[in-house]
């Protein structure tokens, strides 16, 4: 699937919405281009997010989705070209445009998530729709 996000849009809610509108049971993230007013990133080891202000360019964007949850890592630069990457968080603001593209893999796969005992956090257990008939 493709969409345009519009000025103004909240990232992270944009994403819910259009996995919420298409149903989406297993979508990975193929590629985002364009730019934010502010990004919301939790690093690496952080309980904390922090904001950077923009305007700030999206360099690279990754996760998978569904219409029950989510996780995507963002990195954007800055004008001066440093660039910062981490989980995306509510607060991300589009700034001129964002076309993103969305494969869609439900017909095959479902992604739910779950508590994993040794990391302590949802972690994606991705579940076949349809299970396949072994070779004889």
């Known amino acids: 699937m493709v969409e345009r996000l519009k000025p103004g849009e909240e990232l ?10 298409h ?4 979508g990975v993230i193929v590629c985002a281009v364009g730019s934010l007013s502010v990004a919301s990133l ?7 997010s922090k904001t950077f202000e923009g305007p700030l360019e999206i360099v690279s964007i990754t996760g998978t989705l569904s219409d029950t949850s989510m996780h995507v890592h963002l990195s954007v630069s800055d004008s001066t070209g ?11 603001k589009v700034f001129t445009t964002i076309e993103l593209v969305i494969l869609d893999l439900s017909d095959e796969w479902v992604f ?12 994606l257990d991705p579940q ?3 299970k396949k008939q072994g070779r004889i």
């Open 12 to 21: 992270q809610s944009a994403l819910k919405r259009i996995a919420f509108e």
């Open 23 to 26: 149903n989406l049971k297993a």
């Open 42 to 48: 939790r690093m690496a080891g952080a309980s904390e």
């Open 82 to 92: 440093k660039t910062t990457g981490g989980h995306l968080v509510v607060g991300c």
């Open 112 to 123: 739910d998530r779950k508590t994993d005992e040794q990391t302590t956090y949802l972690e």
């Open 128 to 130: 076949p729709r349809h």
